[in-house]
């Protein structure tokens, strides 16, 4: 895991793409219980080189109901993004996730994490990946079926601050999913 680890950050396979060059953002351990995946880090967590270390970040484990010490603890959270750089910015925000990182990195590090329970995947670039067909036609639908997707992977919106609207038109997100969300986790990380 180390070295693979090492091989990751360490990583420049689409370095002439990104505009802060390469920063590879990525978190594990061999007995992490939970991985997150979700797009690619932004410029603030580019800086500090710290996953989810952001508002979104802070959002995220409100949702969750944990600390920042659970979080941060590698043998109960894997952070593995879609893409381990920032990847520039467009019209409406950060671009898309790089596409090369997932399929030459994902796989290697899943097999170096056998006590993994459970896989939450956060926004449409990471459910697409991993559902595939499974995943509804869109974000909603995938995130409103979640239990359709249990025990293995648990599909959220992303928490940034640029997704009040869509939490503001899906008030039963916060209402009924969440608490789920929680439970699923307490029961992980309860020894």
Same mark, same amino acid.
């Given at each position: 895991? !180390?070295? #693979?680890?090492?091989?990751? !950050?360490?990583?420049?396979?689409?370095?002439?793409?990104?505009?802060?060059?390469? !920063?590879?953002? *990525?978190?594990?351990?061999q007995r992490s219980k939970i991985v997150i995946i979700g797009q690619a880090p932004g410029t603030k967590v580019h800086a500090s080189g710290i996953p989810w270390n952001d508002a979104s970040g802070k959002q995220l484990r409100k949702w969750m109901g944990v600390t920042d010490e659970e979080f941060y603890d590698q043998k109960n959270f894997a952070i593995v993004p879609m893409g381990f750089c920032y990847p520039g910015r467009g019209k409406g925000g950060d671009l898309p996730p790089r596409p090369e990182c997932a399929p030459q990195w994902h796989d290697p590090l899943m097999e170096f994490m056998p006590n993994v329970e459970l896989v939450i995947l956060i926004g449409k670039y990471a459910q697409k990946y991993y559902l595939k067909k499974e995943a509804m036609k869109t974000l909603t639908?995938? *995130?409103?079926? =979640?239990?359709?997707?249990?025990?293995? =992977?648990?599909? #959220?919106?992303?928490?940034?601050?640029?997704?009040?609207? @869509?939490?503001?038109?899906?008030? @039963?997100?916060?209402?009924?999913? *969440?608490?789920?969300?929680?439970?699923?986790i307490t029961t992980i990380l309860t020894p």
């Open positions: 895991m !180390r070295d #693979l680890l090492h091989q990751i !950050r360490n990583c420049s396979l689409c370095k002439a793409h990104l505009p802060l060059g390469p !920063r590879p953002v *990525v978190t594990a351990h639908e995938t *995130v409103a079926n =979640y239990q359709d997707y249990l025990p293995n =992977y648990f599909p #959220l919106p992303h928490p940034s601050p640029r997704n009040r609207f @869509w939490l503001t038109r899906n008030p @039963w997100f916060e209402a009924e999913i *969440v608490p789920e969300l929680q439970k699923s």
